[in-house]
């Protein structure tokens, strides 16, 4: 079945119309960075040490990187609707065994299947947003995906507001399963009587030989792709590791340690509302140049502070410094065909997946031999999208001189 045509639209109500799908990637950050803040409480509980139990989240992106690949076939015989709720309805069981385990391997394979899961509904809900009638896509995806930092920003407080109460950090689960039963129901009284667009349709194989057909836009592509792995890699080591660091470096405690990335998550958000601003007066390579050159920068210098409000000020600055880079990756990677674009966002978003899976290994093994290198890795990596942006920048002037 095809899609109808329908009349773009640039209206409030068709922003809010799409909130079941800004959940689905809020869901898939609280899930994600829930356990960050936690890891040391969950290491008491459950006698597992902390470098073990930091493995979940390259099982959980692992698994997520599987279900973003393979989430386009289950379009062959359901509707994203149908495949969305079906994915959260396998989710919440899956949580609540979570949320009574203390085995290692079974915490594996649980993060690994609901990684999965939500890898599937992370693809089904941009692809459902892509094909929407809000006619500014640039715009609605930034709104799309600043739902991620807002997840990570809103998850620290989940949990330390449930172990600050004296409750068992397995607390944290039954909160997802709420807002998770919550984004169901917005879904069936806000999508499921669309009447047009991606939510209702089945999926139509694509022609790859009719999508990937200029050689520079093809090398830009591969560029953005390596750019998005290093960037996630480099954030998720900030994102998930950086309060550990600072708890077991800098003596922080846990209302310290989840104020940093707080303050990071914060300037994130800030910044991409910034770049909403700047969209238009300056092109996205150069404010991309300028961001990553910000975020190496401010972590160079914050691994060696010692001072409480410098670490303050300095994450900040890096925050900021990481906050639009990835819309913007998305963005222009996603742009560069007329065609395929459901190919190029699940080909742009399995690259995420892969910076984050990689990122909890780098520093399991980076810790045990340099604890002040396990987060000095960042800045490092972040010095590569600086690099492959440059590269984008020149490849782009070449052909306009062309």
Not at 32 to 55: E, F, H, P
Not at 308 to 322: E, P, S, T
């Amino acid at each position: 079945m095809e899609e109808q045509n329908i009349m773009p639209r640039d209206r409030l109500i068709d922003y809010l119309k799409e909130i079941p799908n800004f959940l689905s990637i809020f869901i898939f950050s609280v899930f994600y960075n829930i356990a960050s803040l936690m890891l040391l409480d969950m290491s008491r509980t459950t006698g597992i040490k902390t470098t073990d139990l930091s493995l979940i989240f390259t099982f959980f992106t692992v698994g997520a990187v599987a279900g973003q690949m393979t989430s386009v076939l289950f379009n062959r015989k359901f509707t994203r609707i149908q495949v969305i709720v079906a994915a959260y309805l396998l989710t919440i069981p899956l949580i609540v065994i979570q949320a009574f385990n203390s085995n290692l391997i079974v915490f594996y394979i649980l993060y690994f299947v609901c990684g999965y899961t939500l890898g599937v509904i992370w693809i089904q809900a941009n692809e459902i947003v892509l094909t929407s009638n809000v006619a500014n896509k640039e715009r609605l995806v930034t709104v799309l995906l600043t739902f991620y930092p807002v997840g990570a920003l809103v998850s620290p407080f989940i949990s330390s507001s449930i172990i600050k109460a004296g409750l068992n950090w397995r607390f944290s689960y039954y909160v997802i399963i709420f807002i998770i039963a919550v984004n169901i129901a917005l879904y069936f009284l806000l999508l499921a009587r669309r009447k047009s667009g991606a939510a209702i349709f089945k999926e139509e194989k694509a022609n790859l030989k009719d999508i990937f057909i200029n050689r520079s836009s093809n090398l830009i592509l591969v560029f953005i792709f390596f750019a998005i792995i290093l960037y996630c890699a480099s954030e998720t080591v900030m994102a998930t590791w950086a309060p550990t660091f600072f708890r077991l470096e800098r003596g922080l405690d846990i209302r310290s340690a989840g104020f940093v990335l707080t303050l990071f998550w914060i300037f994130i958000i800030a910044g991409r509302v910034l770049a909403l601003i700047l969209s238009g007066r300056i092109t996205a390579t150069k404010l991309m140049a300028i961001l990553s050159a910000t975020a190496v920068a401010a972590v160079s210098i914050l691994i060696f502070m010692k001072s409480v409000y410098l670490i303050y000020v300095l994450i900040a600055v890096a925050g900021f410094g990481y906050s639009a880079l990835f819309p913007l990756l998305i963005s222009t990677g996603s742009t560069i065909y007329e065609k395929g674009r459901g190919v190029l966002v699940t080909i742009l978003f399995a690259a995420s997946n892969m910076g984050l899976s990689a990122a909890p290994f780098l520093t399991k093994y980076i810790s045990v031999k340099n604890m002040l290198f396990s987060l000095g890795i960042s800045p490092l990596i972040m010095a590569g999208v600086f690099i492959l942006v440059f590269m984008i920048m020149l490849i782009r002037n070449k052909k306009q001189q062309n």
